[in-house]
């Protein structure tokens, strides 16, 4: 009997082995390479390893107005674990205050994607209900981009809010955009998504719930710039004067390009690859009043 056991042991032994080898080497498989070659800092990007290809590669310039809030961090982090996996990208980060917070300094030295750092707070008097939202802070963004880069810098201009949810294949789709390129956004438009209509390689409508008379029917998170034609048209900015709320983007788009022109990717537009998430506030109502009944150490959230 113990023999008989040993020997059938012995025969199963070698694909014992073999399948715990091709379960581990499939593991591996999926687990990404950790990130190495880039430093966040300062008003610097410094990429190390960059290959011949890579450098062939348009940068992706994205823009993010932010502002102080309970889950500014958590946002945040959230969206940086997407960009730090995107090659060739730089951050513009700009915070809606009057000076630059430690929180979001600390933050940035250590997310490990290269960044700018700036802000400029919005006016009182606009911070109202039912006024467009972080157009000084777009604009700034814009105002830097035409200070510090030229004609020779090949570029992508991306307006990424701190509260959408990104996949990596929206970076790849916007990366040869060679004017303006536009795609669908889910949770936009009063329906489970927004897109550009496609007919023959072109945008001939948009399928909306709202406001379907816009010119141009999409949500921030929709569309990229080629950062040529940000610099071709220094006067193109977001207007605060006679721009109604959710009419930003078209109003933008109005000066810098035709619905003609506009280049679908995802497919025709057909996929969605990014979502305009809105994150809950969380409750609070126990949080601490009074100096006397605060924590002992100081955490930052
Ligand atoms: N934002 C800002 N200041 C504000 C409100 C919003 O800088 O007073 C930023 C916010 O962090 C986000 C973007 O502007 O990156 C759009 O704001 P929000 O997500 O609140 O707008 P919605 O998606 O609801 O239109
Ligand atoms: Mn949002």
């Given at each position: 009997?113990?023999?008989?056991?040993?020997?059938?042991?012995?025969?199963?032994?070698?694909?014992?082995?073999?399948?715990?080898?091709?379960?581990?080497?499939?593991?591996?498989?999926?687990?990404?390479?950790?990130?190495?070659?880039?430093?966040?800092?300062?008003?610097?990007?410094?990429?190390?390893?960059?290959?011949?290809?890579?450098?062939?590669?348009?940068?992706?310039?994205?823009?993010?107005?932010?502002?102080?809030?309970?889950?500014?961090?958590?946002?945040?982090?959230?969206?940086?674990?997407?960009?730090?996996?995107?090659?060739?990208?730089?951050?513009?980060?700009?915070?809606?205050?009057?000076?630059?917070?430690?929180?979001?300094?600390?933050?940035?030295?250590?997310?490990?994607?290269?960044?700018?750092?700036?802000?400029?707070?919005?006016?009182?008097?606009?911070?109202?209900?039912?006024?467009?939202?972080?157009?000084?802070?777009?604009?700034?963004?814009?105002?830097?981009?035409?200070?510090?880069?030229?004609?020779?810098?090949?570029?992508?201009?991306?307006?990424?809010?701190?509260?959408?949810?990104?996949?990596?294949?929206?970076?790849?789709?916007?990366?040869?955009?060679?004017?303006?390129?536009?795609?669908?956004?889910?949770?936009?438009?009063?329906?489970?998504?927004?897109?550009?209509?496609?007919?023959?390689?072109?945008?001939?409508?948009?399928?909306?719930?709202?406001?379907?008379?816009?010119p141009f029917?999409?949500?921030?998170?929709?569309?990229?710039?080629?950062?040529?034609?940000?610099?071709?048209?220094?006067?193109a900015?977001?207007?605060?004067?006679?721009?109604?709320?959710?009419?930003?983007e078209s109003d933008f788009l109005k000066q810098i390009t035709k619905?003609?022109?506009?280049?679908?990717?995802?497919?025709?537009?057909?996929?969605?690859?990014?979502?305009?998430?809105?994150?809950?506030?969380?409750?609070?109502?126990?949080?601490?009043?009074?100096?006397?009944?605060?924590?002992?150490?100081?955490?930052?959230?």
């Amino acid at each position: 009997m113990k023999s008989v056991l040993f020997s059938v042991f012995f025969l199963l032994l070698p694909w014992m082995i073999i399948v715990i080898i091709m379960i581990d080497f499939d593991g591996k498989r999926v687990v990404r390479a950790p990130f190495t070659g880039r430093h966040g800092g300062t008003h610097a990007v410094t990429q190390g390893v960059v290959t011949k290809n890579q450098s062939a590669l348009q940068i992706i310039y994205a823009i993010t107005p932010t502002y102080t809030r309970p889950v500014q961090k958590a946002e945040l982090t959230r969206v940086a674990h997407a960009f730090r996996q995107v090659t060739r990208f730089h951050w513009i980060v700009v915070e809606d205050s009057t000076s630059r917070t430690e929180l979001v300094t600390r933050f940035l030295r250590g997310c490990g994607v290269p960044y700018t750092h700036l802000n400029v707070y919005t006016p009182q008097r606009f911070k109202r209900k039912g006024m467009p939202r972080a157009t000084e802070q777009r604009n700034l963004a814009l105002t830097w981009l035409r200070q510090h880069r030229s004609h020779r810098d090949p570029g992508v201009v991306y307006f990424a809010d701190d509260d959408n949810a990104y996949s990596l294949e929206v970076f790849e789709e916007m990366r040869d955009t060679r004017a303006v390129s536009v795609w669908p956004v889910g949770f936009a438009g009063g329906r489970t998504y927004e897109r550009p209509l496609v007919s023959k390689g072109k945008v001939v409508g948009w399928y909306t719930g709202w406001r379907a008379g816009r010119p141009f029917a999409i949500d921030m998170a929709g569309f990229a710039v080629n950062l040529n034609v940000i610099l071709a048209n220094p006067q193109a900015l977001f207007k605060r004067q006679g721009s109604k709320p959710g009419m930003q983007e078209s109003d933008f788009l109005k000066q810098i390009t035709k619905v003609s022109e506009l280049e679908p990717k995802a497919n025709n537009c057909t996929r969605v690859l990014v979502w305009h998430t809105r994150t809950e506030n969380p409750h609070l109502a126990k949080e601490v009043k009074y100096i006397k009944d605060k924590d002992t150490v100081a955490v930052e959230v």
